[in-house]
């Protein structure tokens, strides 16, 4: 890493895509994940350095991605096997984790295999920052991909100063129980000086949780086991509002609000801008729209739905067979309600 930087956040992937070109070179692209908008406004008025994960690089191509990377911005690249990779994210932490943690139980699924690379993953990252970090340094951990970095890297570094952010929910102790490894993934937890989540209530199940696997010592705000306390607090993530007010004085904005207007004059909008993912509910907002065109049909011509798809975890079973009912739903919805001048469903992926 650069010197004299003694912020550092750090991710499962840097906030940025790497496109091969034909020359054999490598172009950088802004990637367009929520992490890194939340992010953009703390990077205007506090510079920090960002490590994470950059997927699917060969590895004789990787010294010249990492100095590609590095010039684009305050980069640190970490470069993994593709097997421990799938493992690790299409595995433990979406086949296990986030279905788990969003209260979908039928759909969690363990595996010591996904376990043994995720610890590795984590591993790899502690191992990394450990050698590359001033003393003192602020490290700021991101997410449900890392969740037992704050424990290895502590050991490996106790001059650090360690928070963690969780960007899901954190289930009830009644829930989080259901995971074989709930008690590895607390204590990786409790290695952070800071633990925060989106609201109050996934603050307290943490710490209910911490009470009563760990039998941890804790307060509303606290938790301490062993020799470690732990704050611990819930921070709801924002945006950047001048970015958004930049965009809206824009001349490109302007122009695409005006087209809008003369593409749906006289129409009914409906949006939905999701990520394609089971816990956002598209088949059954899909449902409700054919089901009211159903109850009123004078609406077929009025309404349209402008739902817009982000692709999410292409390679997980359970998300292929999901794009697939969106896609046949749209197709049913739009054959059976519209017409040559009229799709009640405009489906943006």
Sequence with gaps: MKSGKNFVVVSNRLPIEVVRKKSSEFEI????GGLASALSGVQETTPFRWMGSV???REKDQEKVSRSVSEAGDYHSLFLPDDIYRKYYDGFSNQCLWPLFHYMPGKFEFSSEHWAAYREVNERFAAELAKTLETGARVWIHDYHLMLLPRMLRNLRPDL???FFLHIPFPSSEIFRLLPVRQEILEGLLGSDL???HTYDYSRHFVTSCRRILGADSHYDLVTSGDRTARVGAYPIGINPEQFLRSLKSEDYQNYVENLKSTYAGKKILLGVDRLDYTKGIPEKLRALARLLELHPELKDQLVFVQIGIPSRDRVEDYVKLKREVDRLVGEI??????????????VT
């Design 161 to 163: 100063k360690i928070a």
């Design 334 to 347: 739009n054959g059976k309600f519209g017409s040559v001048a009229h799709q009640p469903i405009h489906y």
């Design 29 to 32: 692209r802004p990637g367009s």
């Design 195 to 197: 633990v925060g989540f």
């Design 55 to 57: 997927p699917g690089i």
